[in-house]
């Protein structure tokens, strides 16, 4: 069992910067990909950055050069830092594990984080 508890979001200028942490406990081993995904109304749900155990990044095109994802020396917490933040980044945002063990796939989600970009 993998427990994720998102914080951080909130309200937030169109151009400011916000920064969410998923703090990870239970069963973290190695190898491992988490990641941060978003929901806006009506819009499907998103990656918006992830990382593997191994310490590679990956993001879309949207938010590239905008947010950046880590994670704290002891490996059980998961940050989110975005800057420039526009309007269109309005959504839930959730924290995912996933781990493939043989044939089997474990995944865990976060209860999310409203972020709001507003004026």
């Known amino acids: 069992q993998v427990q994720l508890v998102e914080s951080g979001g909130g309200l937030v200028q169109p151009g400011g910067s916000l920064r969410l942490s998923c703090a990870a406990s239970?069963?973290?081993?190695?190898?491992?990909?988490m990641g941060w995904y978003r929901q806006a109304p009506g819009k499907q749900r998103e990656l918006v950055a992830s990382?593997?155990?191994?310490?590679?990044?990956n993001y879309p095109d949207s938010v590239k050069d905008r947010f950046t994802i880590s994670r704290d020396g002891a490996k059980n917490t998961v940050s989110l830092q975005m800057n420039s933040l526009k309007p269109e980044d309005t959504a839930g945002y959730y924290c995912?594990?996933?781990?493939?063990?043989?044939?089997?796939?474990?995944?865990?989600w976060g209860q999310g984080t409203q972020v709001t970009v507003s004026s």
């Open positions: 990382i593997t155990s191994g310490g590679s990044t």
């Open positions: 995912n594990y996933k781990k493939v063990i043989l044939s089997t796939i474990n995944e865990y």
């Open positions: 239970g069963s973290i081993f190695s190898p491992y990909v």
